[in-house]
């Protein structure tokens, strides 16, 4: 019976890695003996992982990523606002980059009810929207 070619390699490399730790080589590594940090990727395409690995190791981080982060910043200054104006334009903005995202994806942008950001945008918008009927109603 044949052996595969793989299987050789696979045997040859777990043969190397068992020796190295036996002669102490993962001893001193950075983060021995802490848990491990890991980073949650599952809203990447599996054949996408790798190379948004590579780009962010290199500094650049998904348009997903971007726009998720962008999103946030919109809702802290929405939330630190005072000005009625800017607060506004703020939502304006923030549904035009969720409008954008949506085409993007080619499917809508949902806030999901267990999403942190769902009651937050509810409540922003349900204070702009009575805000902007006091006003109708005074003008």
Same mark, same amino acid.
């Given at each position: 019976?044949?052996?595969?070619p ?17 002669a ?30 590579i780009?962010?190791n ?10 998720r982060?962008?999103i946030d910043?919109?809702l ?6 005072e000005?009625e ?34 009651e ?7 204070v ?5 009927? +006091?006003? +109708?109603?005074?003008?």
């Amino acid at each position: 019976m044949e052996e595969h070619p793989f299987s050789f390699i696979a045997s040859l490399a777990e043969r190397r890695i068992a020796e190295a730790r036996e002669a102490g080589a993962f001893d001193n590594l950075p983060g021995y003996g802490k848990p491990l940090t890991l980073e949650d990727d599952s809203h990447i395409p599996p054949e996408l992982r790798m190379s948004y690995r590579i780009l962010k190791n290199a500094g650049y981080i998904p348009p997903e990523l971007a726009e998720r982060k962008e999103i946030d910043s919109l809702l802290d200054m929405l939330e630190s606002a005072e000005d009625e104006q800017l607060k506004i334009r703020q939502m304006r903005r923030l549904e035009v980059m969720m409008l954008r995202a949506g085409t993007r994806r080619r499917r809508s942008l949902v806030l999901e009810q267990a999403d942190p950001y769902y009651e937050k945008v509810l409540r922003r918008i349900a204070v702009l929207k009575g805000r902007r009927g +006091e006003r +109708e109603k005074k003008g």
